[in-house]
């Protein structure tokens, strides 16, 4: 005689996955584009270096049924804010404003973009994955605390500035 194995193995996949899906919807993490303005430069792949950058974030949280909201930090590179239970209050979201300087942000190649005396991309250059935000909420209750953690790639466009020679050259 054999037993079912297939249902209870099912049954276990399901309560792991159920799992993983209320924590993955604990804290969410959105992240809105950053522009940055560049100077004309010579031609040829350089490193840019870029000026301290002002990231703003969106998160959202929802502890358990039986915890409440003890901490939310949020962080990219070396500079982080903590929020407690008194800046999160019943709202469940956080609108959050990062300013990180400059010698925590990586130089970013560029091939021709922005060279002088050429004519400037009116859309930008986005680049992600130069910097990276990540959150983490931690619920607390009587008997139970738990961690979630999120990340979010943060989306940097450059512009160039427009050249003084170019301007000139647009009157004739």
Not at 23 to 46: C, I, K, M
Not at 94 to 119: H, I, N, W, Y
Not at 121 to 142: E, F, H, I, W, Y
């Amino acid at each position: 005689m054999k037993r079912p194995r297939v249902p209870i193995l099912l049954a276990a996949c399901l309560c792991v996955t159920t799992g993983l899906l209320a924590a993955d919807e604990a804290l969410t993490l959105q992240a809105n584009e950053t522009s940055v303005q560049l100077a004309p430069r010579e031609q040829g792949p350089q490193q840019v270096s870029l000026s301290s950058l002002e990231f703003s974030l969106h998160a959202t949280t929802a502890c358990p049924p039986g915890t409440d909201v003890e901490s939310v930090t949020v962080s990219i590179a070396d500079t982080h804010k903590r929020f407690g239970p008194d800046d999160i209050s019943d709202n469940s979201a956080l609108d959050v404003r990062l300013s990180v300087p400059a010698d925590q942000v990586a130089p970013v190649t560029v091939s021709d973009f922005c060279v002088s005396g050429e004519p400037g991309d009116k859309n930008g250059l986005l680049v992600p994955g130069v910097a990276t935000a990540q959150a983490s909420l931690r619920c607390q209750g009587d008997n139970k605390s738990s961690l979630y953690f999120k990340s979010a790639v943060l989306p940097i466009r450059l512009h160039c500035a427009i050249d003084k020679d170019q301007e000139a050259s647009t009157d004739r």
